[in-house]
């Protein structure tokens, strides 16, 4: 019975993801949605990805989490458009469904932005499941969180369309292997790109923003 | 509509539930069900645990993963016995319900355990929701994931019995207040305990294990 509902629940959100994603081509909008774990650093890399690509590109942010509005506090001072998405008042939703993004890419407004990125729950097993609409889907891997993180998680590293390995400026005290990790990856996804930096430090930043860049460069140029 | 499946789903769920808690009642066994992120490292806490309370303490322990058996064949060399769920089977469940507890806590057998410990699945939302029975819910927070988690995932914090803080061995390396989590934790769910220490280490872990073992006896003298 669970799995039935489960894949009705599914289809109705692919509806949704498709009218999400009819708005951001019209709007000429890049979307990525960002997914990982709790305390994986996504607010943090968010932070300092958004003072590298602004202004040159216009960037607003959804942020989605249970309860607070902690992240969109950070996220406000790099003064991109921010809004925070709260799921307790729909039943405490691990995940962002496409319905969600539908009214709050259209609060926050597209017409003047490049790149939305929404920065989902924290959680790395739901969010896997739900298609928002989005252009790409980037996955963040900590190195405090164990190398088989992949091979337990797989769907998520199956949709990624990249991986970040975020914290490596704390590899040296951890017993943590990011090749086994790296590898891990690339089991379940042969071929995703990964992106080996530390928010923090900055280090190994500009891979990632390349990427974002060009990605970018090629959705708004259409 | 999805609030009212979900509601469903739940009721559903607390009957098999009380169903568990007969069987467990029974069986004399006392059922901790410990939740977290992935990779805060529940699976290390468990190892040292049952090195520390067994033999006199027989432990048994119900895995839940979405895929592999790298945790039950990280258990295995404790000696206790150790059986994996991988809800990959079942729609990817991002949470043991209480009819897989049921199943398994069967096929294990608890005529002679003391002590039943179930590691949920690595995610701070869903499995807050699901009773599975239990005597008691242990939630473990990393340092590396921030202070801030019990304010953005309160359910898990104020249905959890007892927190654990762990991996205090990295503090000397990482931007984070611990006093400040647990002000957090207190905060959500005034009065909780919290054991800080590290599982690598073994730093503070004896008053985490008193506590069990005072639990288990609690229960087993009934």
Known sequence: MEINIQKRILEK???????????????NVF????????????????????????????????VGDVCTTNDADRLAVTRAKVIQINTDQFGGDCHLAAHLIDASARALGCEDLDLLIVENIGNLVCPAEFDIGEDAKAVVLSVTEGEDKPLKYPLMFQVADIAILNKVDLLPYLDFDAALAVDNMKKVHPGIPVFELSAKTEEGFEPWLEWLRKKVKEKTAR
């Open 31 to 62: 979307v990525l949605n960002m997914m990982s774990s709790p305390g994986s650093g996504k607010t943090e890399t968010l932070c300092k990805t958004l003072r590298a690509l602004m202004p040159e590109i216009r960037v607003g942010v959804i």
């Open 13 to 27: 959100n692919e509806t949704d993801a498709d009218h999400n994603r009819a708005y951001f081509k019209e709007k």
